[in-house]
């Protein structure tokens, strides 16, 4: 209930100067129902302040102090000397903010207009602790306002959940942990039934300052969410300045067929699995990965063994780091992305920041990517600086079995004591088509190639740009424009790069080695672009070696093919079964030893 004072304030009751009314509460308002509990009885008592009114017309206003502003219909009700105040019973007040309330009326008497407004009433709208608002169905999700009640969404694992305003877990401490950490949704340490299965709505705002330190099976602001007939759901989380510290030493057997037993850390969900769909989220922050598993920059691993997942829409912003050292039978994954993903679909992703360290794999995307039945990576794009000590690293992703790769772009620069690879560094049974890589440098310990390493599917209209060069520094490995080994059929593909240089082994413009055991793939209208090829033993504009049909091919070398111990071409050293036609060279000078 308000009340009006007796007697105006100040003012004239024009429009421009209205009568000034002080409106107090006379009972308590707890609106941690979400809505204001007085729909009916909201009442404004004003009986000595003025005489009988007449076509009263009323209008209300609340205000949040944040700056954020919600309009309240209000529709009068006169009896005798009391009016009544109905709300729209669509108006929501978010719980947990204060608000003014003040209330304009106008009225007419004796022929004359009368204009009243009441000063600002402030009003603190409460919350608590447990969720209360909505149903946790589809149609009526749960509704998340405060840190407390995120992290109650643990005890509701199958529910749908709308987030209603951001949320700053700094200093939080989360249900079973210390120290203001994050205790992951779902799926903690094992892989029984306590991941979430349900929907989370982030409704497009933030959560911030999510902190997770020490050594569980599954890390993330979710830990595993599985779904079932009905898929899980999560979207529109913006969760930023996140931060993980993964301090899991457990053994890692990367031979083992059961994915749950993969220890996984990703700062938006650790592990999905089986009928999951992510969509619209972003993530930005650090992590020190120091354990072993498979770690990503959204996701850990995304599994669908028994139902189609897909990443949609989803942007990753950060730094993660890893150890310097790390023991052979840890191998593991590291992307920017998703670790590890199998039957999965990922599309309109992006990555930015870097990855440094050392682990099993360095990837701009995913670790690995494959899957007969729905695995794919479509119109995604990493710009990443990925830096490694002795692990490969590659601009988009290790590995594709099987998979479809589509409309991808690699901007990153890379950099390790291995191999490292432009795009990815071995396929299989895969269609690969209109994928680029435009970066700046490309050096490998072990080897360095353009955009693949190793290569047994279809590829098309790829195009690889280094604007500086592409380069392996140790002993036994090749530099290539696009590709160290390529068993398959290659068409309408391009490589334009500054210089190729292999310190200890032989380099190419093009690709080392077509297929050379008589198989008869075909390489159509492809070409490279190269102003200087200089290795050690083996140089050569387009290729070193070939068992193919190559047609409507060429090479431009601006400067010099140069090998200082072994043989240069200014196109093909060595065809051994296939053949050439409508090809060509272009070259300055050929030095060999």
């Given at each position: 209930?308000?009340?009006?004072?007796?007697?105006?304030?100040?003012?004239?009751?024009?429009?421009?100067?209205?009568?000034?009314?002080?409106?107090?509460?006379?009972?308590?308002?707890?609106?941690?129902?979400?809505?204001?509990?007085?729909?009916?009885?909201?009442?404004?008592?004003?009986?000595?302040?003025?005489?009988?009114?007449?076509?009263?017309?009323?209008?209300?206003?609340?205000?949040?102090?944040?700056?954020?502003?919600?309009?309240?219909?209000?529709?009068?009700?006169?009896?005798?000397?009391?009016?009544?105040?109905?709300?729209?019973e669509n108006a929501m007040w978010e719980a947990g903010h204060n608000y003014e309330f003040k209330i304009q009326f106008a009225c007419s008497h004796n022929g004359m207009i009368y204009n009243f407004e009441t000063l600002p009433l402030s009003i603190e709208s409460e919350?608590?602790?447990?969720?209360?608002?909505?149903?946790?169905?589809?149609?009526?999700?749960?509704?998340?306002?405060?840190?407390?009640?995120?992290?109650?969404?643990?005890?509701?694992?199958?529910?749908?959940?709308?987030?209603?305003?951001?949320?700053?877990?700094?200093?939080?401490?989360?249900?079973?942990?210390?120290?203001?950490?994050?205790?992951?949704?779902?799926?903690?340490?094992?892989?029984?039934?306590?991941?979430?299965?349900?929907?989370?709505?982030?409704?497009?705002?933030?959560?911030?300052?999510?902190?997770?330190?020490?050594?569980?099976?599954?890390?993330?602001?979710?830990?595993?969410?599985?779904?079932?007939?009905?898929?899980?759901?999560?979207?529109?989380?913006?969760?930023?300045?996140?931060?993980?510290?993964?301090?899991?030493?457990?053994?890692?057997?990367?031979?083992?067929?059961?994915?749950?037993?993969?220890?996984?850390?990703?700062?938006?969900?650790?592990?999905i699995a089986d009928n999951v769909n992510v969509s619209g989220c972003h993530v930005s922050g650090n992590m020190d990965f120091n354990g072993s598993g498979l770690c990503g920059g959204i996701i850990g691993i995304g599994s669908s063994m028994g139902g189609q997942s897909?990443?949609?829409?989803?942007?990753?912003?950060?730094?993660?780091?890893?150890?310097?050292?790390?023991?052979?039978?840890?191998?593991?994954?590291?992307?920017?992305?998703?670790?590890?993903?199998?039957?999965l679909s990922v599309s309109d992703c992006t990555t930015k920041g870097s990855i440094t360290g050392n682990l099993g794999s360095v990837s701009g995307i995913v670790g690995f990517i494959g899957g007969a039945e729905f695995g794919q990576i479509r119109n995604c794009k990493?710009?990443?600086?990925?830096?490694?000590?002795?692990?490969?690293?590659?601009?988009?992703?290790?590995?594709?079995?099987?998979?479809?790769?589509?409309?991808?772009?690699?901007?990153?620069?890379?950099?390790?004591?291995?191999?490292?690879?432009?795009?990815?560094?071995?396929?299989?049974?895969?269609?690969?088509?209109?994928?680029?890589?435009?970066?700046?440098?490309?050096?490998?310990?072990?080897?360095?190639?353009?955009?693949?390493?190793?290569?047994?599917?279809?590829?098309?209209?790829?195009?690889?740009?280094?604007?500086?060069?592409?380069?392996?520094?140790?002993?036994?490995?090749?530099?290539?424009?696009?590709?160290?080994?390529?068993?398959?059929?290659?068409?309408?593909?391009?490589?334009?790069?500054?210089?190729?240089?292999?310190?200890?082994?032989?380099?190419?413009?093009?690709?080392?080695?077509?297929?050379?055991?008589?198989?008869?793939?075909?390489?159509?209208?492809?070409?490279?672009?190269?102003?200087?090829?200089?290795?050690?033993?083996?140089?050569?504009?387009?290729?070193?070696?070939?068992?193919?049909?190559?047609?409507?091919?060429?090479?431009?070398?601006?400067?010099?093919?140069?090998?200082?111990?072994?043989?240069?071409?200014?196109?093909?050293?060595?065809?051994?079964?296939?053949?050439?036609?409508?090809?060509?060279?272009?070259?300055?000078?050929?030095?060999?030893?």
């Amino acid at each position: 209930n308000f009340t009006f004072t007796t007697l105006p304030l100040q003012g004239l009751g024009s429009v421009e100067q209205p009568f000034v009314l002080q409106l107090t509460a006379t009972t308590e308002m707890n609106t941690a129902d979400g809505k204001l509990p007085l729909i009916s009885g909201l009442s404004v008592d004003f009986t000595n302040a003025t005489s009988v009114f007449e076509n009263l017309q009323v209008t209300g206003d609340a205000k949040v102090l944040d700056g954020t502003e919600q309009i309240l219909t209000i529709t009068p009700q006169v009896s005798e000397n009391r009016m009544s105040l109905a709300l729209d019973e669509n108006a929501m007040w978010e719980a947990g903010h204060n608000y003014e309330f003040k209330i304009q009326f106008a009225c007419s008497h004796n022929g004359m207009i009368y204009n009243f407004e009441t000063l600002p009433l402030s009003i603190e709208s409460e919350t608590g602790d447990e969720i209360t608002l909505g149903e946790g169905s589809n149609e009526n999700p749960y509704l998340i306002y405060t840190a407390k009640q995120l992290d109650k969404v643990r005890n509701h694992l199958n529910a749908s959940m709308l987030q209603m305003r951001d949320i700053d877990l700094a200093g939080f401490t989360s249900e079973g942990c210390s120290d203001g950490c994050w205790n992951p949704i779902g799926g903690r340490n094992t892989y029984g039934n306590d991941y979430f299965k349900g929907s989370f709505n982030g409704n497009n705002h933030k959560i911030s300052n999510m902190k997770i330190v020490g050594d569980l099976h599954y890390m993330g602001l979710f830990g595993c969410v599985r779904g079932s007939d009905t898929p899980a759901e999560i979207s529109n989380i913006y969760l930023v300045d996140a931060y993980i510290e993964d301090n899991y030493s457990g053994f890692f057997d990367y031979s083992d067929a059961d994915l749950n037993k993969y220890p996984s850390v990703g700062f938006l969900i650790g592990m999905i699995a089986d009928n999951v769909n992510v969509s619209g989220c972003h993530v930005s922050g650090n992590m020190d990965f120091n354990g072993s598993g498979l770690c990503g920059g959204i996701i850990g691993i995304g599994s669908s063994m028994g139902g189609q997942s897909s990443v949609t829409d989803c942007h990753f912003d950060g730094n993660i780091s890893l150890p310097e050292t790390v023991p052979s039978e840890n191998f593991a994954y590291c992307a920017g992305c998703i670790g590890f993903g199998i039957n999965l679909s990922v599309s309109d992703c992006t990555t930015k920041g870097s990855i440094t360290g050392n682990l099993g794999s360095v990837s701009g995307i995913v670790g690995f990517i494959g899957g007969a039945e729905f695995g794919q990576i479509r119109n995604c794009k990493a710009s990443m600086d990925l830096r490694a000590i002795e692990c490969p690293v590659m601009g988009f992703t290790w590995m594709a079995i099987a998979a479809d790769l589509v409309n991808d772009i690699s901007e990153c620069n890379l950099s390790s004591g291995g191999s490292a690879i432009g795009f990815l560094s071995q396929s299989q049974l895969a269609f690969i088509q209109n994928c680029s890589v435009d970066c700046e440098y490309i050096i490998g310990g072990q080897g360095a190639s353009g955009f693949t390493a190793y290569c047994e599917s279809v590829v098309s209209d790829c195009h690889v740009k280094v604007s500086d060069k592409i380069q392996s520094i140790s002993d036994y490995t090749g530099a290539y424009g696009f590709a160290d080994q390529v068993y398959g059929n290659i068409s309408n593909c391009s490589v334009e790069v500054g210089d190729i240089i292999a310190t200890s082994s032989s380099a190419a413009g093009f690709v080392n080695d077509f297929d050379d055991y008589g198989a008869a793939y075909t390489v159509f209208n492809c070409f490279s672009i190269v102003n200087n090829i200089t290795s050690c033993y083996g140089s050569a504009g387009f290729a070193n070696e070939n068992g193919s049909n190559i047609v409507s091919c060429y090479s431009i070398v601006n400067g010099t093919v140069e090998s200082t111990a072994g043989a240069a071409s200014p196109f093909i050293n060595d065809s051994i079964y296939g053949q050439i036609a409508y090809c060509y060279s272009v070259f300055d000078s050929v030095v060999a030893a």
